[in-house]
């Protein structure tokens, strides 16, 4: 069932494509090193900074998510 008017551009097709070769463990780990990070920062006093890289972990395993989508539903 695919309807034309709603197709993906030449520029989401091609970025759909280079990260449907990432394994969906890579966002996971990417996001642990986060919180290992931020943890570690908080633990040496710089707050400001362990916030800002403990905000990273929700984006990260939302591409993740978005990841695992195109993987199985595809694109176009």
């Known amino acids: 069932m695919e309807n034309s008017e709603h197709k ?13 070769k990432l394994p969906s463990d890579t966002y996971l780990i990417g996001a642990g090193i986060a919180v290992a990070i931020s943890l570690t920062l908080k ?5 400001p900074e362990a916030l800002f890289v403990g905000q990273w972990v929700a984006p990260i395993l939302i591409l993740g998510v978005y990841n695992k989508l195109v993987k199985q539903s595809g694109n176009d």
């Open 8 to 20: 993906e551009g030449a520029v989401t097709k091609s970025i759909e494509n280079q990260t449907a």
């Open 43 to 47: 633990m040496m006093g710089k707050k």
